[in-house]
Nanobody
Framework: VQLQASGGGLVQAGESRRLSCAAS????????MGWYRQASGKQRELVAT???????NYADSVKGRFTISRDNAKNTVYLQMNSLKFEDTAVYYC???????????WGQGTQVTVSS
């Protein structure tokens, strides 16, 4: 199983960025896909999740600014991040969780740095 995240980088506050996570060797539609992030010195936290039917859930801190989506045909989940803030700076991790047995996988993380 591989979750390959990409799209991170250095952006200025107020700008946008889109992260992608391509999954392989899993039955993609059986997994809830999510994005988590971990800032330096802090615990990993939920950013957003999306079910196979595209029901979404967001952390309060990103509601209205971030949008999670998935393309089941491409086994890919996206995170569109708009109006980025300095406090969004973190390593962003892709997650796949199979709800009936809680089996989950993590991607390698992609760094997003927002300069103020």
């Amino acid at each position: 199983v591989q979750l390959q995240a990409s799209g991170g980088g250095l952006v200025q506050a107020g700008e946008s960025r889109r992260l992608s996570c391509a999954a392989s060797k899993i039955i993609f539609t059986t997994y809830v896909m999510g994005w988590y992030r971990q800032a330096s010195g802090k615990q990993r936290e939920l950013v957003a999740t999306i079910t196979r039917s595209s029901s979404t859930n967001y952390a309060d801190s990103v509601k209205g600014r971030f949008t999670i989506s998935r393309d089941n045909a491409k086994n890919t989940v996206y995170l569109q991040m708009n109006s980025l803030k300095f406090e969004d700076t973190a390593v962003y991790y892709c997650n796949a969780k199979r709800t009936f047995d809680m089996l989950e996988y993590w991607g390698q993380g992609t760094q997003v740095t927002v300069s103020s």
